[in-house]
């Protein structure tokens, strides 16, 4: 760029005046109007523009050169359920029971700690509210509140759609890149709040699959499965 501008005032200094060099007067004749500063400007002009093009050229080369941004993961929908729906009143006597009816779209996992006898109870919004009101209708039980990103109903409905893929791939109507075939296992881990399949000759095709296919609420293992129509591995029972 710095050559450009250069080359610029050069082209300036040589068309846009006419040096007179005549003995004794030693003047410089500006040549405005003349053919010579027409043509001087425009040199200038297209010389401008040439420079303009070629710096735009630069910036969008670049541009270029870095990579794109990647792209924004979509946001999820905030579900709310207010705290106050659970009645102790009229609440079934069993705790995870009781939580189901009153939060079933937000609520995500129930176990007890059977060591230290705490209910760890999760939520994906309003999780501390919600084990308050549980602590109130059931006060000979200890709570602790957990906050996880997917619902219990949202991993039942991911688990349904595998169970019905499977049997297609068994029918042979589905095939799905990098999975040999139905054999595969695959259960619900409550306390990682995912859905853990098993399967032999896991590659990272396998992995990309079954991530595109299902969503991040699926996690891949390399391991020998429970086998078709067998029960699923790797499975939290919920207390």
Not at 1 to 6: G, P, R, S, T, V
Not at 69 to 92: N, Q, S, T
Not at 93 to 119: C, F, H, K, M
């Amino acid at each position: 760029m710095h050559d450009l501008e250069d080359r610029l005032r050069a082209a300036l200094t040589k068309h846009a005046a006419d040096v007179d060099t005549s003995e004794g007067e030693g003047q410089v004749r500006s040549q405005e109007g003349g053919p010579r500063m027409r043509r001087a400007v425009a040199l200038l002009v297209a010389l401008g523009l040439a420079g303009g093009l070629l710096a735009a050229g630069l910036w969008v080369a670049g541009r270029g050169d870095q990579e794109p941004a990647p792209a924004e993961k979509p946001e999820r929908e905030v579900i709310r359920e207010d705290p106050g729906a659970l009645v102790c009143e009229e609440a079934p006597r069993n705790p995870q029971i009781a939580a189901n009816e009153a939060w079933p779209r937000t609520l995500a996992g129930y176990w007890i700690d059977e060591s230290e006898g705490i209910v760890h109870v999760a939520f994906t919004e309003e999780a501390e509210e919600k084990v308050a009101r549980l602590t109130e209708c059931f006060p000979e039980r200890t709570f602790t509140p957990v906050t996880f990103e997917h619902s219990l109903a949202e991993l039942e409905g991911v688990l349904d759609r595998m169970r019905r893929d499977r049997e297609l791939i068994r029918a042979g109507q589905l095939t799905l890149p990098g999975v040999r075939d139905e054999r595969y296992s695959f259960g619900l881990l409550v306390m990682d709040n995912v859905i853990h399949v098993v399967l032999e000759g896991v590659t990272p095709e396998t992995i990309a699959t079954f991530e595109a296919r299902y969503g991040d609420v699926v996690t891949v293992e390399e391991g020998y499965p429970g086998g078709p129509g067998g029960p699923d591995p790797a499975v939290n029972t919920e207390a």
